[in-house]
């Protein structure tokens, strides 16, 4: 089974702080996407990456997926308590579109 | 609905009960995934359906877990006997194509077996 390792498993910060969350593997992913899960709810798709050295922006949220799509960053600026939740990274192996692989998720609290 | 969306929200089952656990997904979408979340953890795969067809069920934990979509839209994942370790939240996912476009996650079930 190929994993994808999100790290750190929990972050507690304070309001105006940034932050960067990591995934990684040793495999390599045809594409790799973060979802944002807030409680009592399901993920919901925040960016799809694809391409190796690709960076998306979304408001203070910054995407990277690493140049050999083994690994992918996701970094918030100037984080706001509204960001509270639980970050996942999921992939698709090259070949197979039928199931994400996921990682454990980043816990994140942000404090105001 | 505009969204994909699961009944019951909670199910609270005593050991060795049957469950079943309903998804509606959205209208038209052809692919449709069931997911096991532990607390705090990621979803974990269960199974896949392209339309009522079952293309993979590699992820279900044990001959217990049975899932369903016979008319190609509402599925039904059922949980016979069921135990103690069963007690997850149960997200259904849907997607519009057989690609990797994006699966719309629906609020999920909370088991809880006592």
């Known amino acids: 089974t190929q994993l994808l390792e999100q790290s750190p498993q929990f972050l507690s910060i304070q309001e105006g702080e940034n932050l960067t969350v990591y995934c990684n593997s040793s495999s390599v992913f045809s594409s790799l996407q973060w979802y944002r899960q807030e409680p009592g709810e399901g993920p919901v798709l925040l960016v799809t990456?694809?391409?190796g050295g690709e960076v998306k922006k979304l408001k203070r949220l910054t995407f990277q997926f690493g140049d050999a799509r083994k690994d992918s960053s996701l970094h918030i600026t100037a984080a706001q308590p509204g960001d509270t939740g639980l970050y996942l990274c999921?992939?698709?192996?090259?070949?197979?579109?039928?199931?994400?692989?996921w990682g454990l998720g980043t816990s994140l609290a942000v404090n105001p | 609905g505009a969204g994909v969306s699961q009944s019951p929200r909670y199910k609270v089952a005593k050991r060795g009960q049957d469950v079943a656990l309903r998804c509606d997904p959205i209208?038209?979408?052809?692919?449709l995934f069931w997911y096991q979340q532990a607390l705090g953890q990621g979803p974990e795969f269960l199974t896949y359906f392209q339309n009522e067809a079952q293309l993979d069920k590699s992820g279900l934990p044990s001959d217990r877990f049975f899932a369903e979509r016979p008319e190609g839209s509402v599925s039904t994942l059922k949980i016979q006997r069921t135990q103690q370790e069963d007690s997850a939240v149960y997200l259904c996912a849907s997607r519009s194509g057989a690609g990797t476009d994006t699966q719309y996650f629906g609020p999920g079930t909370r088991l809880t077996v006592l």
């Open positions: 990456v694809v391409t």
């Open positions: 999921a992939g698709h192996n090259a070949g197979n579109n039928r199931k994400l692989i």
């Open positions: 209208s038209g979408h052809v692919s």
